[in-house]
Protein backbone atom coordinates (compact mmCIF):
# COMPACT_ATOMS: atom_id res chain seq x y z
CA UNK A 1 0.00 0.00 0.00
CA UNK A 2 1.04 3.44 -0.95
CA UNK A 3 2.82 5.56 2.17
CA UNK A 4 3.63 8.67 2.63
CA UNK A 5 5.19 9.07 6.33
CA UNK A 6 5.63 11.90 8.10
CA UNK A 7 8.30 12.03 10.79
CA UNK A 8 6.40 13.29 14.19
CA UNK A 9 3.00 13.99 14.56
CA UNK A 10 3.16 16.06 17.20
CA UNK A 11 5.88 18.79 17.76
CA UNK A 12 6.33 21.44 20.11
CA UNK A 13 9.68 24.28 19.76
CA UNK A 14 10.06 27.74 20.82
CA UNK A 15 10.72 30.71 19.02
CA UNK A 16 13.73 31.16 17.19
CA UNK A 17 14.57 27.48 16.91
CA UNK A 18 15.39 26.14 13.40
CA UNK A 19 12.67 23.20 13.31
CA UNK A 20 13.20 20.16 10.30
CA UNK A 21 10.07 18.27 9.62
CA UNK A 22 10.63 15.00 7.58
CA UNK A 23 8.51 13.06 4.97
CA UNK A 24 9.10 10.21 2.82
CA UNK A 25 7.68 8.26 0.70
CA UNK A 26 7.62 4.65 -0.64
CA UNK A 27 6.32 4.85 -4.18
CA UNK A 28 9.05 6.36 -5.78
CA UNK A 29 6.57 9.25 -6.88
CA UNK A 30 8.31 12.51 -8.58
CA UNK A 31 6.20 15.36 -6.96
CA UNK A 32 6.46 15.98 -3.26
CA UNK A 33 4.72 18.88 -1.42
CA UNK A 34 4.02 20.60 1.56
CA UNK A 35 1.45 22.51 3.09
CA UNK A 36 -0.04 23.69 6.29
CA UNK A 37 -3.69 23.94 7.18
CA UNK A 38 -5.19 26.54 9.62
CA UNK A 39 -8.98 26.38 10.66
CA UNK A 40 -10.74 29.23 8.22
CA UNK A 41 -8.14 28.77 5.88
CA UNK A 42 -8.01 25.60 4.11
CA UNK A 43 -4.84 24.31 3.13
CA UNK A 44 -1.98 26.33 1.49
CA UNK A 45 0.56 25.05 -0.61
CA UNK A 46 4.29 25.75 0.97
CA UNK A 47 7.04 24.69 -1.54
CA UNK A 48 7.21 21.72 -3.96
CA UNK A 49 9.42 19.75 -5.28
CA UNK A 50 9.22 17.86 -8.77
CA UNK A 51 12.60 16.72 -8.49
CA UNK A 52 15.72 15.96 -6.49
CA UNK A 53 17.18 18.86 -5.77
CA UNK A 54 14.30 20.67 -7.60
CA UNK A 55 12.23 23.09 -5.75
CA UNK A 56 9.42 26.13 -6.32
CA UNK A 57 7.80 28.36 -4.17
CA UNK A 58 3.78 27.36 -3.77
CA UNK A 59 1.41 30.20 -2.06
CA UNK A 60 3.30 30.66 1.37
CA UNK A 61 6.89 30.07 1.51
CA UNK A 62 7.83 33.09 3.50
CA UNK A 63 9.71 31.90 6.37
CA UNK A 64 10.52 28.32 5.17
CA UNK A 65 12.60 26.50 3.26
CA UNK A 66 12.98 22.55 1.85
CA UNK A 67 15.16 20.05 1.01
CA UNK A 68 15.04 17.31 -1.48
CA UNK A 69 18.52 15.49 -1.71
CA UNK A 70 16.64 11.64 -1.99
CA UNK A 71 13.73 10.91 -4.27
CA UNK A 72 11.98 9.64 -1.17
CA UNK A 73 12.57 12.10 1.11
CA UNK A 74 11.78 15.86 1.31
CA UNK A 75 12.05 18.19 4.20
CA UNK A 76 10.68 21.19 5.21
CA UNK A 77 13.07 23.67 7.50
CA UNK A 78 11.93 27.03 9.49
CA UNK A 79 14.36 28.76 10.01
CA UNK A 80 13.97 30.58 13.25
CA UNK A 81 10.19 28.87 14.30
CA UNK A 82 7.65 31.76 14.90
CA UNK A 83 4.41 31.81 16.71
CA UNK A 84 2.45 31.85 13.63
CA UNK A 85 3.88 28.97 11.96
CA UNK A 86 2.31 26.96 14.47
CA UNK A 87 -0.32 24.74 12.47
CA UNK A 88 -0.87 21.14 11.03
CA UNK A 89 1.87 20.25 8.46
CA UNK A 90 0.98 18.21 5.38
CA UNK A 91 3.30 16.13 3.15
CA UNK A 92 2.03 14.79 0.18
CA UNK A 93 3.21 12.98 -2.83
CA UNK A 94 2.13 11.61 -6.57
CA UNK A 95 3.73 10.43 -9.63
CA UNK A 96 4.48 12.50 -12.93
CA UNK A 97 2.10 12.96 -14.57
CA UNK A 98 -0.93 12.10 -13.09
CA UNK A 99 -1.73 16.06 -12.89
CA UNK A 100 -3.59 16.95 -9.84
CA UNK A 101 -5.03 13.35 -9.32
CA UNK A 102 -3.65 10.48 -6.86
CA UNK A 103 -2.00 13.27 -4.16
CA UNK A 104 -1.41 11.11 -1.81
CA UNK A 105 -0.71 12.67 1.85
CA UNK A 106 0.90 12.17 5.15
CA UNK A 107 -1.23 11.98 8.51
CA UNK A 108 0.20 14.91 9.38
CA UNK A 109 2.59 16.93 11.57
CA UNK A 110 1.08 19.19 14.25
CA UNK A 111 3.70 22.14 14.91
CA UNK A 112 3.15 24.34 17.83
CA UNK A 113 5.75 27.46 18.56
CA UNK A 114 5.86 28.85 21.89
CA UNK B 1 -7.51 28.79 -10.96
CA UNK B 2 -11.41 28.34 -10.61
CA UNK B 3 -13.44 29.97 -7.47
CA UNK B 4 -15.08 27.36 -5.64
CA UNK B 5 -18.57 27.48 -3.23
CA UNK B 6 -19.29 24.42 -1.12
CA UNK B 7 -21.95 24.53 2.09
CA UNK B 8 -20.17 24.86 5.00
CA UNK B 9 -21.79 21.34 6.55
CA UNK B 10 -23.51 18.70 5.62
CA UNK B 11 -25.44 15.66 7.45
CA UNK B 12 -27.04 12.41 6.25
CA UNK B 13 -28.42 9.01 7.38
CA UNK B 14 -26.70 6.16 7.76
CA UNK B 15 -26.65 4.10 4.74
CA UNK B 16 -28.57 6.90 2.79
CA UNK B 17 -27.25 8.55 -0.60
CA UNK B 18 -25.49 11.46 -0.12
CA UNK B 19 -25.35 14.53 -2.77
CA UNK B 20 -22.23 17.10 -2.18
CA UNK B 21 -22.78 20.12 -4.32
CA UNK B 22 -20.04 22.30 -5.46
CA UNK B 23 -19.82 25.48 -7.61
CA UNK B 24 -17.15 26.43 -10.13
CA UNK B 25 -19.00 29.11 -12.20
CA UNK B 26 -15.57 30.51 -13.45
CA UNK B 27 -13.81 26.47 -14.18
CA UNK B 28 -11.48 26.75 -17.55
CA UNK B 29 -12.42 24.56 -20.05
CA UNK B 30 -8.69 22.42 -19.82
CA UNK B 31 -9.76 22.57 -15.40
CA UNK B 32 -10.50 18.93 -14.41
CA UNK B 33 -12.72 18.41 -11.45
CA UNK B 34 -11.22 17.05 -8.65
CA UNK B 35 -12.71 16.01 -5.25
CA UNK B 36 -10.59 14.92 -2.13
CA UNK B 37 -11.84 13.88 1.39
CA UNK B 38 -10.27 14.16 4.68
CA UNK B 39 -11.02 12.28 7.47
CA UNK B 40 -10.61 13.20 11.42
CA UNK B 41 -7.22 13.23 12.76
CA UNK B 42 -5.89 12.25 8.95
CA UNK B 43 -4.52 13.63 5.65
CA UNK B 44 -6.71 14.33 2.68
CA UNK B 45 -7.13 11.49 0.55
CA UNK B 46 -8.18 11.10 -3.57
CA UNK B 47 -11.64 10.71 -3.96
CA UNK B 48 -12.33 11.19 -7.76
CA UNK B 49 -11.88 13.06 -10.57
CA UNK B 50 -13.55 14.00 -14.11
CA UNK B 51 -13.81 16.62 -17.11
CA UNK B 52 -16.80 16.48 -19.04
CA UNK B 53 -18.67 13.25 -17.95
CA UNK B 54 -19.96 11.54 -15.19
CA UNK B 55 -17.88 9.16 -13.40
CA UNK B 56 -17.68 6.35 -11.19
CA UNK B 57 -15.16 4.36 -8.76
CA UNK B 58 -15.41 2.43 -6.29
CA UNK B 59 -15.52 4.99 -3.43
CA UNK B 60 -18.29 7.61 -5.22
CA UNK B 61 -19.97 8.97 -8.73
CA UNK B 62 -19.08 12.26 -9.85
CA UNK B 63 -21.93 14.61 -11.88
CA UNK B 64 -20.44 17.10 -13.84
CA UNK B 65 -23.17 19.44 -15.19
CA UNK B 66 -23.31 20.14 -18.68
CA UNK B 67 -22.14 24.14 -18.86
CA UNK B 68 -19.63 22.13 -16.39
CA UNK B 69 -20.58 25.42 -14.02
CA UNK B 70 -21.13 22.72 -11.25
CA UNK B 71 -20.63 19.47 -10.16
CA UNK B 72 -22.07 16.86 -6.97
CA UNK B 73 -20.18 13.88 -5.52
CA UNK B 74 -22.82 11.04 -4.87
CA UNK B 75 -21.85 8.92 -1.72
CA UNK B 76 -24.33 6.13 -2.60
CA UNK B 77 -24.83 4.71 0.18
CA UNK B 78 -23.02 6.67 3.51
CA UNK B 79 -21.57 4.85 6.06
CA UNK B 80 -19.87 6.34 9.50
CA UNK B 81 -16.87 5.77 7.83
CA UNK B 82 -17.77 8.47 5.24
CA UNK B 83 -18.12 11.34 7.77
CA UNK B 84 -15.37 13.68 6.44
CA UNK B 85 -14.72 17.37 5.03
CA UNK B 86 -15.09 16.61 1.64
CA UNK B 87 -12.75 19.29 -0.74
CA UNK B 88 -13.66 20.47 -4.66
CA UNK B 89 -10.90 21.21 -6.56
CA UNK B 90 -11.25 22.76 -10.24
CA UNK B 91 -7.64 22.22 -11.58
CA UNK B 92 -5.74 21.52 -14.74
CA UNK B 93 -4.73 17.96 -13.60
CA UNK B 94 -5.09 15.88 -17.12
CA UNK B 95 -2.23 13.18 -17.53
CA UNK B 96 0.14 15.95 -19.29
CA UNK B 97 0.02 18.63 -16.59
CA UNK B 98 2.37 18.33 -14.25
CA UNK B 99 1.54 21.96 -12.48
CA UNK B 100 -1.65 20.76 -11.82
CA UNK B 101 -0.47 18.77 -8.98
CA UNK B 102 -0.45 22.87 -7.37
CA UNK B 103 -4.00 21.69 -5.59
CA UNK B 104 -5.51 24.35 -3.80
CA UNK B 105 -7.74 22.99 -1.31
CA UNK B 106 -10.47 25.15 0.18
CA UNK B 107 -12.47 24.86 3.33
CA UNK B 108 -14.67 21.86 2.10
CA UNK B 109 -17.82 20.89 3.26
CA UNK B 110 -18.05 18.49 7.06
CA UNK B 111 -20.22 15.83 6.56
CA UNK B 112 -21.73 14.51 9.12
CA UNK B 113 -23.29 10.98 8.73
CA UNK B 114 -25.89 10.03 11.57
CA UNK B 115 -25.97 6.54 12.57
Known sequence: ?114 | DAKTTQPNSMESNEEEPVHLPCNHSTISGTDYIHWYRQLPSQGPEYVIHGLTSNVNNRMASLAIAEDRKSSTLILHRATLRDAAVYYCIPRMGGPRETSGSRLTFGEGTQLTVNP
Not at chain 1, 39 to 44: H, M, T, Y
Not at chain 1, 51 to 72: A, L, Q, T, W
Open chain 1, 1 to 114: DVKVTQSSRYLVKRTGEKVFLECVQDMDHENMFWYRQDPGLGLRLIYFSYDVKMKEKGDIPEGYSVSREKKERFSLILESASTNQTSMYLCASNPTGTGATLLHFGNGTRLTVT
